[in-house]
């Protein structure tokens, strides 16, 4: 990301803001955020993941010079404790960046990094209702500049923006759902086989 200045950089974040705030489903969220935190950052690849129970953290969408990876991927996971240093810090709600010629990057990192021809990466967490929801990862090849903490400050920012996003998104979910299931047995309700008979039925002739 190139130094800009302060209100340029006001107005990056609210394009982001905008962009997520008429999304509804998540991964019409998470295509949004990516995209648009990936254009203002400059970086090469940049993913969207999910921190799951284990600190396993799974994949959701990768964006960029993905490298042979997919962008949404099935089944991409990682194991944090394989990436000791960035799992202290983010469990810790703090950022880390790693450089792949810095001699104490954790080695999985660094293969990491080699795998996809990167030269730095950088994580922020993003924290939804004070827990831990995933992270927002970035990484530059050798031929941009290395991601510095500037670039991770601006991370920050944007992650608090995809958070909101995402609690609107995970909220809008559960309120389709309850329309849609009988809160007792979780099968579908009579709206949900109303409005299914009506999609099967063939239009009504007109005379």
């Known amino acids: 990301m ?8 006001v107005d990056a974040l609210l394009a982001v803001a905008g962009a997520v705030a008429g999304a509804h489903e998540l991964d019409e969220v998470l295509e949004i955020a990516a995209e648009e935190a990936r254009a203002i950052l400059g970086v090469s690849v940049l993913s969207i993941g999910r921190w799951e129970a284990g600190a396993i953290v799974r994949t959701l969408i990768n964006v960029g010079d993905l490298r042979g990876k997919d962008r949404w991927p099935e089944d991409e996971t990682y194991d944090a404790t394989d990436f000791p240093t960035a799992l202290t810090r983010l469990s810790e709600g703090r ?27 950088a994580a922020v967490p993003i924290v939804y209702g004070s827990e831990l929801w995933g992270e927002l990862w970035a990484a ?22 995809v958070a909101l996003a995402i609690g609107r ?20 309700n009579r709206r949900a086989f109303d409005e299914a008979l009506a999609a099967r039925s063939p239009p009504a002739r007109s005379r």
């Open 2 to 9: 190139l130094d800009v200045p302060q209100d340029r950089r």
């Open 169 to 188: 998104a995970e909220l809008y979910t559960q309120l389709v759902v309850a329309a849609y299931r009988d809160p007792l047995t979780g099968l579908a």
């Open 95 to 121: 950022p880390h960046i790693a450089h792949v010629n810095d001699p104490t990057c954790d080695p999985a990192e660094r293969a990491l990094m080699e795998e996809m021809d990167m030269a730095s990466s």
């Open 140 to 161: 530059n090849s050798p031929e941009r500049l290395p991601l510095r903490p500037v670039d991770v400050r601006f991370m920050e920012a944007i992650c608090s923006q």
